[in-house]
């Protein structure tokens, strides 16, 4: 876990306007008010980090509060539905709201992409590698935790693989495992010289180990695939050798060009180069880079040769759009490598806390009466 702020810290990290709220709360009187909290867009519900700090936030202060959650975790979460309700101190919430939102609503929105992405793909496993991208190590812990809670939810509503690990070992935890998970970067292939000398660099440094060779370096990628595999048959045969396509969006893979792409579409995907397609779609088919062209490509190779029995782990972009597109041509994915779970729109991963009830007493600004909750027989009193 990162260190939580202390309540100094949460004075200098707050808008300065709850920290003015509370002077005049601490001046003219304390009040019981409950707080409703929601979301402009749909999401998935993931809101243990920021309910673990707000509780350990309570401790320090020595207040309670009470928690009316309307969702179980990983649930998903209708855009302006409140997801919850928090009730309590108004002195000592008050100056609580911006960072408990900073922590709800980018894990929120992260989830449902991690969804949607495991869900497209259930039969390939991810491996969650967004730490790079993430800005410092809280947001990182969020993004981890994250890509967890969708991916329960896709395996309990597709039976879905979802993400069986990630790349750090920090927050490996959140995934059911003690370290993270990963062999080698391209900054090794261009230490060895080749990527057949990295291979048996990383053999020699951890033997009897599963193996993934990144193989776009060179841009060789069929060729130092193939190589590779001879070089190691008995790892080949055993399915403990993968290959992991990182081939830039500035060409195509080793063999292909865009005749030849729409060559193995149609040879294997027919169906996904049928009627219209955007621009987008296109380059995630048939363009440079880790297209669906490519990742056929690299596997009928690979099973001419006689490997069958060797992994594609594909990366690049591999976001809810392109994964959706993968699973529509049916490309032979047997894992992804993705950090593209993260929210690529940041200002939809805004919460937003709409104070509803004062001393139990209704009240909300003008337009957010739809925050009031609501008793089972349809009833708004306060609960």
């Not at 990295?198 to 695939?225: H, K």
Request: hydrophobic share 40%.
């Amino acid at each position: 876990m990162t260190t939580q702020p202390t309540n100094g810290e949460i004075e200098r990290y707050t808008d300065h306007y709850f920290n003015r709220t509370k002077q005049v709360i601490g001046r003219f009187g304390d009040a019981r008010v409950t707080y409703a909290i929601f979301m402009r867009r749909p999401v998935v519900f993931a809101p243990r980090l920021a309910l673990e700090w707000l509780e350990e936030t309570g401790r320090e202060r020595n207040t309670k509060v009470e928690l009316d959650l309307r969702y179980n975790e990983g649930k998903w979460v209708g855009a302006g539905e409140p997801m919850m309700y928090i009730t309590g101190s108004f002195f000592h919430l008050v100056d609580l709201e911006t960072i408990f939102l900073q922590k709800l609503g980018p894990s929120c929105v992260a989830a449902y992409n991690a969804w949607t992405m495991c869900a497209d793909l259930p039969k390939a496993a991810f491996l969650a590698m967004d730490a790079r991208h993430c800005a410092g190590r809280e947001m990182a812990e969020m993004m981890a935790y994250a890509a967890s809670v969708g991916s329960a939810r896709a395996k309990r509503k597709v039976g879905a693989i979802g993400f069986i690990g990630n790349a750090t070992h920090a927050t490996a935890h959140f995934f059911g495992r003690e370290q993270g998970l990963g062999t080698m970067p391209h900054a090794l292939i261009g230490y060895a010289g080749s990527t057949l000398r990295a291979a048996e660099m990383f053999a020699e440094t951890f033997p009897d180990e599963p193996m993934t060779v990144l193989v776009d370096y060179f841009a060789r990628e069929v060729s130092d695939s193939l190589d590779v595999c001879r070089r190691f048959p008995e790892l080949a045969a055993k399915g403990m050798l993968s290959f992991r396509l990182d081939t830039t969006g500035g060409r195509y893979i080793e063999g292909l060009d865009p005749a030849s792409s729409y060559a193995v579409l149609e040879r294997f995907s027919p169906e996904s180069i049928r009627g219209y397609r955007s621009e987008e779609e296109l380059r995630y088919l048939v363009g440079t880079g880790v297209s669906a062209a490519a990742i056929f490509h690299l596997r009928a190779e690979l099973d001419r040769a006689g490997f069958n029995a060797v992994k594609i782990v594909a990366s690049s972009g591999f976001g809810p759009a392109k994964c959706r597109v993968m699973a529509e041509a049916k490309a032979p994915i047997n894992v992804v490598g993705t950090g593209s779970f993260l929210p690529s729109n940041w200002t939809e991963t805004y919460a937003t806390a709409d104070i509803v009830e004062y001393n139990g007493e209704k009240r909300v600004k003008i337009g957010r009466e739809f925050l009031h909750r609501v008793r089972p027989n349809g009833s708004t009193k306060p609960l």
